[in-house]
């Protein structure tokens, strides 16, 4: 039973985080303008271990590069986006 | 006579139902746009008026308190012609955005406006106002409409705007798949202005804006409609921080 608990844990932790993933990608709905995602852009480009954020208007998608050996909570990504004022969809490592 | 008549109606007009654009992308409109969370634009924009020779400049900044709510202010003050009582009355507002449908295409934003206007002089009284504001954007077109009534408190006379925009992308017409873009967008208006006592003026905006990834240049005309049949030369910037 103590084993079942562990492992349940240590497979929700490895869920919530894209461990030693270089790029992550993830949709974003509701942008409209270069001005308008400035935000988003520097909200992403702000989080922990990420050493390069793009947002892409025509793909509707940031994309993050991480730095070597950094992870970063998909949950993190996903409220800097709706704290920019936008929709995300769900992050891929790339 | 003409000018002397028109200059303090101008003032009035000026000094006491100045807009908090402060985010909008719309030349004279508020938009749903969003401020994100801590964040802040402020815009500086210059308003000449050729018929009676005046020039107002005007200080906006909107904060984002949170993904849906952003406050809002606006400061005019006169630049000409010079004499007393040239700093305008402190608008504020409070913007929440109560729907959103973000999709592929675009999306679509419905918010809700309450404030006050508080004076800076003691000969002018407080208002309270409240609007709407309302934008849907689809691929390289966004349609804003947005109108605000403000009830004056004791001698202050009621007043109200609206304002109906839409912003066309001229260039690029597709964006690149990745990278810094800056683009041109053509803004053509139907605005109106409408003070106790008074018809409403509805006025025609054309302009454009260059829109960089943290900063706006743009610049329009406008031309009353009826009324005063003022013509109106706008030039503003944005600046995201």
Known sequence: MKKL?????????MVSLLASAETLEVPIQGMTCPFCADGLHRKLGELPGVEKAEVSLKLKKARLTLKEGASLDKDEIR?????????????EAK | MKRRTLLP?????????????????GLRSFVALPVDKGGAVVRFQLER???????????????????????LFGLPYRLDPSGPKRLGDLAILYRHIVWQDDHKQGTS???????AVAPTDND????????????????????????LYQAGIDQR?????????????????????????????????????WREGSEVVHQATLGLQWIHQSWV???GVTQDLNGPEATRFLVSTRLHF
Not at chain 2, 125 to 147: K, L, M, S
Request: no cysteine; hydrophobic share 45%; proline share 3%.
């Open chain 2, 124 to 147: 002018r009284d407080a208002a309270i106002q409240a609007g709407f504001v309302a934008t849907f954007y689809r691929g390289r077109v966004e349609w804003d409409f947005d109108a």
């Open chain 2, 9 to 25: 109606l101008f003032g009035l007009l000026m000094l006491g139902q100045l807009p908090v654009a402060g985010v909008a992308m």
């Open chain 2, 217 to 219: 240049l743009e610049a």
């Open chain 1, 5 to 13: 608990l562990q492992l349940i844990l240590v497979s929700s932790f």
């Open chain 2, 157 to 193: 006379a009621d007043s109200g705007r609206y304002d109906i925009s839409r912003q066309f992308r001229l260039t690029p017409a597709v964006y690149p798949d990745w990278g810094e873009i800056t683009e041109w967008d053509l803004v053509i208006e139907l605005n109106g202005r």
């Open chain 1, 79 to 91: 409220k800097a986006i709706i704290d920019s004022g936008f929709t995300p969809g769900e992050v």
């Open chain 2, 109 to 115: 934003r419905l918010g809700l406006l309450g404030g």
């Open chain 2, 49 to 71: 008026n050729e018929d009676v020779k005046s020039t107002v400049g005007i200080a906006n900044l909107a904060w984002g308190l949170s993904h849906n709510q952003t406050l």
